[in-house]
């Protein structure tokens, strides 16, 4: 499974955009690159998934070079209530391989 | 709306007990995983399960097993409680995309 790093924190403030970049330097050709929101005391929340170009949806946008060995998870406008670790993820979408490896996450606080 | 839902949010255990989480998803997932969170090391997958009576295990499988009978319950057994096992305990199931639901969580103290 493809190792990931992002950073550990990030400082934002309110109506700012937010991009937290990942690296996944051996990622396979059939991985998928997801990204989960993660509040204190719930589990972790599905947010975006890609696997080349850009996705866009209601919260997020995920960008992925060409290479595809970093992403960026870019969220628009922050406020108080996207404080949360967020977490990049890599899986290979092979039947019978379900398994992803979730790292350690990056703590985005964002401040008013 | 998909429900991953977990017996217990809190549990308290001695050393040497036999320890059963239970798992339930009511969205006809065939993907089942079990993890632990703890503080600066994020999630950590112990074992998954694609299938009914399917098990593999995932990073740190050492001290649980798992039981998967039924297509919507996914058990974690600790056979036999260690203090280094108290954690957070996420349950999860995945559609075919691999969009994973996850659980509350059930926060294990063992004494």
């Known amino acids: 499974l493809a190792k990931t790093t992002q950073p550990i924190s990030m400082d934002s403030y309110e109506g700012q955009e937010v991009n937290i970049t990942c690296s996944h330097n051996n990622i396979a050709t059939n991985d998928y690159i997801t990204w989960y929101q993660q509040f204190p005391s719930q589990g972790p929340r599905f947010i975006i998934q890609?696997?080349?170009t850009k996705v866009t949806n209601e919260v997020a946008s995920l960008f992925i070079p060409a290479d595809r060995k970093s992403s960026t998870l870019s969220l628009p406008r922050v406020s108080l209530s996207d404080t949360a670790v967020y977490y990049c993820l890599v899986g290979d979408m092979d039947t019978g391989r379900r398994a992803l490896t979730f790292g350690s996450g990056t703590r985005l606080q964002v401040q008013p | 709306d998909v429900k991953v839902t977990q017996s217990s949010r809190y549990l308290v255990k001695r050393t040497g007990e036999k320890v059963f989480l239970e798992c339930v998803q009511d969205?006809?997932?065939?993907?089942m995983f079990w993890y632990r969170q703890d503080p600066g090391l994020g999630l950590r997958l112990i074992y998954f399960?694609?299938?009914?009576?399917?098990?593999e295990k995932g990073d740190i499988p050492e001290g649980y097993s798992v039981s998967r009978e039924k297509k919507e319950r996914f058990s974690l057994i600790l056979e036999s409680a260690s203090t280094n096992q108290t954690s957070m305990y996420l349950c999860?199931?995945?559609?075919?995309?691999?969009?994973?639901?996850f659980g509350p969580g059930t926060r294990l103290t063992v004494l």
């Open positions: 399960s694609y299938d009914v009576k399917m098990k």
């Open positions: 969205m006809d997932h065939e993907n």
């Open positions: 890609g696997y080349k």
């Open positions: 999860a199931s995945s559609t075919e995309d691999n969009e994973q639901f």
